[in-house]
């Protein structure tokens, strides 16, 4: 069973730039979630996407935004960029079904962006 | 919302010696906590999870304990390995159909470097 995946694995932008992140969930997983990782400030929420919609959004601006194609994968945006927007951005896929299992978040090697 | 406090920061241990990291939760109406290890440049790795119907779970090397009552729950790690060096991050959610606005989302702790010297 192929992971979860992101693309690309490093983006280097200057101040005020847009940077575009991508996902892919583990096939039959249809929610995609985005959290953000700064250095030593552990994993915080960012978004929930689930069948196409936005399910829940974290304590971030509205210039962190993103959307869910039909195929589940994902889009994380990121508009006017600030210094501290340097981080790792992770993103992880669940099943959406009610089952055991449909807790379960599984993480892509996320996507290491630099502010400049 | 939910907050999750992790302890200790680091923590260094003996191969062989026992490692055990302490999680405490605010909101009782999470059920669900997964443990990850995120070595060093690699994904966070789900290695152990607990539901709030369970109060043990155990898997090979690596316990949970779950005390709903007060609040907390723990990872233990016996026989430690120099291989189990990573940082170690405790979660909690609530469940994604209880509606609000904490559903579905993992609430994380500041995470545990854990270093077994050989």
């Known amino acids: 069973e192929a992971g979860v995946t992101q693309s690309p694995t490093h983006l280097i932008k200057t101040r005020g730039q847009q940077a575009t992140l991508r996902c892919s969930p583990i096939?039959?997983?249809?929610?995609v979630y985005w959290y953000q990782q700064a250095l030593g400030l552990g994993l915080q929420f960012l978004l929930w996407?689930?069948?196409?919609?936005?399910?829940n959004r974290g304590n971030f601006p509205p210039r962190f935004s993103g959307r869910q194609f039909p195929n589940y994968s994902s889009e994380l945006n990121v508009n006017a960029l600030e210094l501290e927007d340097s981080a790792l951005y992770l993103c992880?896929?669940?099943?959406?079904?009610?089952?055991?299992?449909?807790?379960?978040?599984?993480f892509g090697p996320g996507t290491r962006l630099t502010v400049t | 919302g939910e907050n999750v406090e992790q302890h200790p920061s680091t923590l260094s241990v003996q191969e062989g010696d026992s490692a055990v990291i302490k999680c405490t939760y605010s909101?009782?109406?999470?059920?669900?906590f997964p443990w990850y290890k995120q070595e060093l440049g690699k994904r966070p790795q789900l290695i152990i999870d607990?539901?709030?119907?369970?109060g043990e779970k155990k898997d090979q090397r690596i316990a949970v304990t779950l005390n709903k009552t007060a609040k907390h729950f723990s990872l233990h790690i016996t026989e430690t390995q120099p291989e189990d060096s990573a940082v170690y991050f405790c979660?909690?959610?609530?469940?994604?159909?209880?509606?609000?606005?904490?559903?579905?989302?993992?609430?994380f702790g500041q995470g545990t470097i854990l270093t077994v010297h050989p």
């Open positions: 992880a896929s669940s099943l959406y079904e009610w089952t055991p299992r449909s807790y379960e978040q599984y």
């Open positions: 096939s039959g997983h249809t929610s």
């Open positions: 996407y689930d069948e196409g919609e936005e399910r």
């Open positions: 909101d009782s109406a999470s059920n669900y």
């Open positions: 607990i539901r709030s119907n369970v």
């Open positions: 979660a909690a959610s609530i469940p994604f159909n209880a509606g609000g606005t904490s559903y579905g989302k993992l609430t």
